[in-house]
């Protein structure tokens, strides 16, 4: 069974960091592409961060940039997103996804609330 679980969301004061993992069963991440999606409430999932295969290239977004770093470790079959200096615009659902040619595996996401 394929399967994506994310865990290491939280509250979190402005300012802290939090550490995302995203485990894959029942494939192998290795030949994928890696990505980490948020989605706040009323609005449209968003691509955070990227990274390829082999982990050699990685793609941000504006909002994150010089604050999130996406790493991998395909002999854990884990991919992981550092999160510093949060903001309260960070608050969302957290969300994990593997591509490759023609499949995509999603996760359940995992909840990152920052507030005082």
């Known amino acids: 069974q394929v399967q994506l679980v994310e865990s290491g969301g939280g509250l979190v004061q402005p300012g802290g960091s939090l550490r995302l993992s995203c485990v894959a069963s029942?494939?192998?991440?290795?030949?994928?592409?890696m990505s980490w999606y948020r989605q706040a409430p009323g609005k449209e999932r968003e691509l955070v961060a990227a990274?390829?295969?082999?982990?050699?290239?990685?793609g941000y977004a504006a909002s994150v940039l010089g604050r999130f770093t996406i790493s991998r470790d395909n002999t854990k079959n884990t991919v992981y997103l550092q999160m510093t200096s949060l903001k309260p615009e960070d608050t969302a659902v957290y969300y994990c996804?593997?591509?490759?040619?023609?499949?995509?595996?999603w996760g359940q996401g995992t909840q990152v609330t920052v507030s005082s």
């Open positions: 990274i390829i295969s082999t982990g050699a290239s990685t």
């Open positions: 996804k593997a591509f490759s040619f023609g499949q995509t595996y």
């Open positions: 029942g494939f192998t991440i290795s030949s994928y592409a």
